[in-house]
């Protein structure tokens, strides 16, 4: 089962990625797990990324179709994977479909987790973060025992940049420029699944798993 994940950022679908791989038992594959891990084996490719990076430049789509292709070709992907966060615009997913084609396979299913914007907004602002241990919590869904002080280590939770309003309307109108057209192209090859995201979590998992009626 080969699924890609999309969905605008903060919908979800990064968490539901990792439930829908544990329960199939096929590997959750992010690119910035697959950047940082060819970074630190000293790969070739991994060199490559590591140019763009400190450059603070985004790693060009053929290099980072090649880095995802490198990855699926492992041995844990032959029952299938989960991409999250790829491909982000029609040249990445047009250069994946090119290269399974090559090794004779294609996508199964692209699920979006639809979320509205406003949702969205209004989910990261209530989201702290420790930046002693990393732990994440939401100062509604999941907030912290003593008011922002982490659960785990007892050091300050704070609202990170990347969360906030301004930062957030940024990233999400890079999403409806770049990866929505996604939304179409997946639809046009008939994988596109849709759940609703402003579900509960695990109802949101629920639906998923009917969807991939697996």
Partial sequence: MKIIMLGAPGAGKGTQAKQIAAKYSIPHISTGDIFRANIKNGTELGKKAKEYMDQGAL???????????DRI?????KNGFILDGFPRT?????????????????????????????????RMGGRRAC???????????NPTKVEEKCDNCGSDTVLRDDDKPETVQKRLKVYHDQT??????????????????????????????ALLGE
Wanted: aromatic residues 6%.
């Fill in 90 to 122: 029609i040249p990445q997913a047009e250069a994946l479909d090119v290269a399974l084609t090559k090794r004779g396979e294609s996508m199964d299913y692209a699920i979006d987790v639809d979320v509205p914007d406003q949702n969205i907004v209004d």
């Fill in 59 to 69: 790693v060009p789509d053929e290099l980072t179709c090649d880095l995802v292709v």
């Fill in 180 to 209: 929505q057209p996604l939304i179409d192209y997946y639809k046009n090859k008939n994988i596109l699944k849709t759940v609703d995201g402003t579900q509960p979590m695990d109802k949101v998992f629920t639906d998923i798993v």
């Fill in 73 to 77: 070709a492992q041995d844990d992907c």
């Fill in 131 to 141: 930046l002693n241990c990393g732990a994440t919590y939401h100062v509604v869904f």
